[in-house]
């Protein structure tokens, strides 16, 4: 059937240190799903949380991108440049009343915020957080990879739109920029996935389309950690991408051929697109990248 709708898919890494292998993984299976749909992939560099930002990372993502032939469509889009949105629609959630100031330290909190500031009245003498109200209504998606999700809202309680440090909350700059970019198509990380819900409420509440959502398996480490900023993933090697690409493509389960070891990496990312089947990852939720790379092993 004709679809109406180009695919419009996003990469969008936070600069808090280099793109390291997990990152690169991401990023190559949000390249091939929107690339095989013909569909524009862009770029958004999630620098909203100062504190974690390090300098010169976007640079570095930007041209380790490049590198690896992972080029992108329009001009990269910084969710830095562009902050009044974000204030503007969190005052009209306050004007509405859906959204109050709590002023509770992380101390006193449970994994679950039970409320207790939605109740009080006038502008607090501390420094506060924004929290949405939320109730215990169940959120469903059907993610094109890890099948049907339900979770309860109340799993997360009344969560952050705006922090006490005044930063923006990632669940709430990633809901107005996916529809400022009119992302359709999300494809990231299994680690986001009980995200989603949360994220889809406030699209709800917000009047917007409700993009599809693809969560990729994580990359661990041998001990089964998730490579990550903070457990010190190194950045990639940059002298061999080719090498990398096919180690990508291989814990991508894509099964690329021996003869394609030793291609340069356009051609290998072409034969990527044309032969990407992201449902060989179905229901899968991590993937280690051992020290020989030939050896999968997949947990479900
Ligand atoms: N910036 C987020 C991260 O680096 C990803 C945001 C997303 O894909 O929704 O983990
Ligand atoms: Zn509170």
Not at 48 to 67: E, F, V, W
Not at 128 to 137: G, H, I
Not at 194 to 208: K, S, V
Request: net charge neutral.
């Amino acid at each position: 059937m004709f679809d109406k709708q180009p695919y419009i898919g996003r990469f969008a890494p936070s600069p808090s240190g280099p793109l390291h292998f997990g990152s690169l993984y991401t990023a190559l299976a949000s390249f091939l799903q929107a690339r095989s749909k013909q569909g524009l992939w862009l770029l958004r560099i999630d620098d909203l949380d100062i504190p974690r930002n390090i300098k010169g990372a976007a640079d570095s993502i930007l041209k380790t991108l490049d590198i690896f032939g992972l080029h992108w469509d329009q001009s990269v889009f910084y969710q830095s440049q562009l902050v009044d949105i974000y204030q503007e629609v969190l005052d009209e959630l306050f004007k509405e009343n859906l959204i109050y100031p709590c002023t509770c330290s992380r101390k006193i909190l449970t994994d679950i915020y039970s409320g207790r500031c939605r109740e009080k009245h006038g502008e607090p003498q501390n420094p506060y957080a924004y929290r949405l109200k939320t109730d215990s209504r169940v959120i469903s998606f059907n993610d094109e990879l890890q099948g049907l999700i339900s979770y309860n809202l109340a799993t997360h309680g009344d969560f952050i739109l705006k922090r006490k440090d005044h930063i923006i909350a990632y669940q709430f700059a990633v809901v107005i920029d996916d529809n400022r970019q009119q992302i359709n198509h999300v494809v990231r990380g299994y680690d986001l996935l009980e995200a989603t819900p949360r994220q889809i409420y406030l699209q709800q509440i917000l009047g917007f389309d409700t993009p599809r959502y693809m969560h990729v398996p994580v990359i661990i480490d041998e001990q089964g950690y998730k490579l990550s900023k903070q457990t010190l993933a190194t950045a990639v090697d940059l002298k061999n991408p080719s090498k990398i690409i096919y180690e990508v493509l291989t814990l991508l389960k894509q099964n690329p051929p021996t003869e394609l070891q030793q291609a340069p990496v356009t051609e290998m990312l072409n034969w990527g697109i044309k032969h990407w089947d992201p449902i060989l990852l179905k229901s899968c939720r991590s993937i280690s990248r051992l020290s020989n790379p030939t050896e999968l092993n997949v947990a479900m």
